[in-house]
């Protein structure tokens, strides 16, 4: 039986301060996201813990201390899309889809840098996106668990150690 796409309207607002350096872009929150209430919420996604290890942090487990973490990283997260129609977390089922605004967090911020995590958020970025905010993206692999098999955990840190370098 063929699934069908749903309507999804992004749950989280934009995590940012005056002091964010860099923006990193998802591409919409999955439903295991949803179901945490935070970004990067499956469980098995590396999101976090490859930032923790780069960053030399502690393990971030609650939505309070990883908030906490980006700030004091100056590191500002959202994601590409507003709404969209996707099945479950498929990003390459995803149609009709709407771009958030990202001229408030630029405006309000030091970002310079913004990063893409994934090949579908980087497309929705550049034919979307750039041309409001002027910023090229850099692509980063996604950190989805379904990208372990091109991806393993140290691979990852490798090319997010570049956000380390782009903070400070």
Same mark, same amino acid.
């Given at each position: 039986?063929?699934?069908? =796409?749903?309507?999804?309207?992004?749950?989280?607002?934009?995590?940012?301060?005056? &002091?964010?350096?860099?923006?990193?872009?998802?591409?919409?929150?999955? =439903?295991?996201?949803?179901?945490?209430?935070?970004?990067?919420? @499956?469980? &098995?996604?590396?999101?976090?813990? *490859?930032?923790? @290890?780069?960053?030399?942090?502690?393990?971030?487990?609650?939505?309070?201390? %990883?908030? %906490?973490?980006?700030?004091?990283?100056?590191? !500002?997260?959202?994601? *590409?899309?507003?709404?969209?129609?996707?099945?479950?977390?498929?990003?390459?089922?995803?149609?009709? =889809? *709407? *771009?958030?605004?990202?001229?408030?967090?630029?405006?309000?911020?030091?970002? %310079?840098?913004?990063?893409?995590?994934?090949?579908? !958020?980087?497309?929705?970025?550049?034919?979307?996106?750039? %041309?409001?905010?002027?910023? =090229? !993206?850099?692509?980063?692999?996604?950190?989805?668990?379904a990208n372990r098999k091109y991806y393993n955990f140290d691979k990852l840190c490798e090319e997010y150690k570049i956000i380390k370098f782009?903070?400070?």
């Open positions: 039986m063929k699934k069908e =796409p749903t309507k999804i309207t992004h749950p989280f607002a934009p995590i940012y301060n005056a &002091q964010s350096k860099i923006l990193i872009l998802g591409t919409m929150a999955s =439903p295991k996201s949803r179901e945490y209430g935070f970004f990067y919420g @499956h469980p &098995q996604n590396s999101f976090w813990r *490859v930032l923790a @290890h780069i960053f030399k942090s502690e393990t971030l487990v609650g939505i309070e201390d %990883k908030k %906490k973490f980006l700030l004091e990283n100056k590191i !500002a997260l959202w994601d *590409v899309l507003h709404s969209c129609e996707i099945i479950g977390a498929d990003d390459n089922s995803i149609r009709n =889809p *709407v *771009v958030n605004n990202f001229s408030e967090i630029l405006r309000k911020s030091k970002i %310079k840098n913004i990063f893409t995590t994934g090949k579908i !958020a980087t497309k929705l970025y550049e034919k979307y996106c750039f %041309k409001d905010t002027s910023i =090229p !993206a850099v692509y980063l692999p996604s950190t989805s668990p782009t903070t400070g």
